[in-house]
């Protein structure tokens, strides 16, 4: 430990300890916490001191061209993300909509090796145009649509592991959502009946069942411009898919997000052990809608940044006006995620004959969705009391304040201390890691945390010129 002063680093357990109450900041319990998963440092779970230390968030990098654009007659100028994203063993699979007004909205379907260059498989299951080769898989009878469908991929299921609900409407059938089942993600079986009937047109379900073993739909309130005056997002669960509980208010507008402001809709999928959104946050003057993060530790009560800032937004000309997400969670390729956008020049009260709509790619590097930043100057984080499950210690850090930076380029440190409970150092155990990329952290005399296992400890670190996104127990090299 060398490297930093041991004053500002270890101090006393009374000034180590102070500021608890500081933090305005969620705590959850970190009980509760399965230390075998990635811990994001989002909000003040694990935090009980900081010093000099700010959290800051982390953009996902949109690529400057979309990957699936609007080029088949029966998708005219618009493709939207109302859909989902896969990759079933070698084949991506993206769902889709259409969107030109005043003809139906169609769902289709493209397929892809790489997940970035998409083909668009002739199923020859609708004529469009006189004929049936397109990639259609659903279209509306005459005089009905549908909007915001959602597949899930659920393989526990051999009958049906393909689910889909959507919104639909008519004048042959009630307004609600519809719930569909295939072998195969292609051909499907619709439920003539919709499973929900108080629910709007913006629906977004998880793409697997959560760790209670519900299915999960976040999505409107057919009464929410009454009883919240503002598109909000509200909760919905079933454990058959076909039953489902009375939606309940999770997120709306505050104080922070200005008056201006609605929760158009969140994709939400399970991350960890943590449940992390996608939520579309509306401002209508001017009239955009971006995507931001929204997290939760049991899939109930969601949380924000007070810091409302874009995680995907307006770069483009063809995004310069909506943005939303697939509804499954983002697709891990080698150590990036790789998050689908719904991305659109017109905007929700001002389209226009010229507006266009295409998929487009985001990324992000795995885990990295938020981190505790120090600067220049040597800061410090003490983190609550835990029980080590065994297994060795890896952290997900940078030594570079620039997350675009060239990963040698970084002069920072970050040195990292194991404490007991009582904030005390236990011997040996007290090293330097300048990792780029999630490591191990490694020990003088090739100690192993994994001797800890079972007992109460700390994690000091101390930061300089460095960022720090999680910490997790792994097993070890």
């Not at 005043?102 to 769902?107: C, G, I, Q």
């Not at 410090?380 to 890896?394: A, D, K, N, Q, S």
């Not at 007290?430 to 994690?459: E, F, M, V, Y």
Request: overall charge neutral.
């Amino acid at each position: 430990m060398t490297s930093i002063s041991r004053r500002a680093f270890l101090g006393s357990p009374a000034i180590a300890l102070a500021g608890t109450g500081q933090h305005e900041s969620f705590q959850a319990d970190p009980a509760r916490k399965d230390l075998r998963q990635p811990q994001l440092l989002l909000d003040d779970t694990w935090i009980e001191d900081t010093y000099r230390l700010e959290r800051v968030w982390q953009q996902a990098d949109l690529f400057p061209e979309p990957v699936l654009r609007p080029e088949a007659p029966w998708e005219g100028r618009q493709l939207v993300l109302y859909g989902s994203a896969f990759r079933l063993g070698g084949e991506w699979r993206l769902y889709y909509m259409t969107f030109n007004p005043p003809a139906p909205s169609l769902f289709c379907m493209a397929t892809s090796g790489d997940g970035i260059h998409w083909q668009r498989p002739n199923l020859g299951l609708f004529e469009f145009g006189g004929s049936r080769r397109n990639n259609i898989v659903m279209m509306p009878a005459p005089g009905e649509s549908h909007d915001g469908p959602t597949v899930c991929h659920d393989p526990q299921d051999p009958q049906s592991p393909f689910k889909m609900i959507y919104y639909g409407s008519g004048r042959n059938r009630p307004r609600g959502e519809y719930a569909a089942f295939s072998s195969d993600g292609i051909v499907w079986r619709h439920r003539p009946q919709p499973v929900m009937t108080d629910t709007g047109d913006r629906t977004n379900v998880m793409s697997a069942r959560d760790h209670e073993g519900n299915y999960v739909a976040y999505l409107r309130h057919r009464d929410m411009m009454r009883t919240v005056r503002a598109r909000a997002i509200y909760r919905s669960q079933s454990r058959d898919f076909l039953n489902w509980s009375t939606p309940q208010l999770v997120l709306r507008q505050d104080l922070l997000d200005g008056p201006n402001t609605e929760l158009y809709g969140m994709p939400a999928f399970r991350y960890g052990d943590l449940y992390l959104g996608m939520l579309e946050r509306w401002y209508d003057n001017p009239d955009v809608i971006e995507v931001q993060l929204a997290w939760s530790h049991d899939n109930h009560v969601w949380h924000r940044p007070a810091r409302r800032s874009a995680f995907i937004g307006p770069k483009y000309p063809w995004n310069q006006a909506w943005n939303t997400c697939a509804s499954t969670p983002p697709i891990l390729e080698g150590n990036t995620l790789y998050f689908y956008v719904g991305a659109r020049s017109g905007a929700h009260g001002l389209e226009a004959p010229h507006s266009y709509g295409a998929v487009a790619l985001a990324t992000i590097l795995a885990g990295r969705f938020a981190a505790l930043q120090a600067d220049f100057q040597e800061g410090l984080l003490v983190t609550r009391p835990m029980t080590w499950p065994g297994g060795e210690l890896f952290l997900n850090s940078t030594t570079t304040r620039y997350p675009k930076a060239h990963p040698s380029s970084g002069g920072g440190t970050l040195s990292i201390e194991i404490r007991n409970e009582d904030n005390t150092p236990v011997p040996g155990f007290s090293a330097t890691h300048n990792a780029t990329r999630p490591q191990q952290a490694a020990w003088p005399n090739s100690l192993k945390l994994d001797t800890l296992k079972g007992r109460r400890i700390r994690l000091a670190i101390a930061m300089r010129d460095s960022r720090l996104y999680s910490f997790q127990a792994r097993e070890g090299t």
